[in-house]
């Protein structure tokens, strides 16, 4: 069984997934809790909607059409290191500073993996219906 995947379209995809993850959990939040874990909810949201994004490009850029790799590996480790790293200050000053409940942020931050779990079980599904028929 072969399965073809078109990055750009899973790509897109996951990112709208993303966003309507957050929507929702953000206007639950706004319903349920208080500001501060709704803070948290949102930022943690486009925290790492952003850092996705980085992490999109710099694997895009480190590869050619073809699949051969255009940069070198260490330049896209330091990417990866230097982007955890800013992240990390970026979470580290949210919470110490007060700003955000921690596990609105949590909250937040658990969009991306609910939206590829989200996609992941569509293409399954996908799968098997194309397989049945």
Same mark, same amino acid.
């Given at each position: 069984m072969s399965i073809e995947l078109d990055?750009?379209?899973a790509?897109?995809?996951i990112r709208l997934m993303n966003w309507?993850? #957050?929507l929702v959990l953000s206007v639950a939040s706004l319903i349920l809790l208080d500001g501060a874990s709704t803070l948290g909810v949102v930022l943690g949201g486009l925290i790492i909607t952003a850092n996705f994004g980085a992490l999109q490009h710099t694997i895009r850029r480190a590869f050619a059409a073809d699949g051969t790799m255009t940069a070198g590996k260490a330049s896209v480790i330091v990417k990866y290191y230097v982007r955890l790293l800013a992240l990390g200050i970026v #979470?580290?000053?949210l919470i110490t500073q007060g700003w955000v409940n921690p596990i609105g942020l949590a909250v937040g931050l658990s969009t991306l993996l609910i939206s @590829?779990?989200?996609f992941g079980i569509k293409r399954v599904c996908k799968t098997y @219906?194309?397989?049945a028929t």
């Open positions: 990055w750009k379209a790509y897109r995809e309507m993850t #957050l #979470l580290f000053v @590829i779990f989200g @219906i194309r397989e």
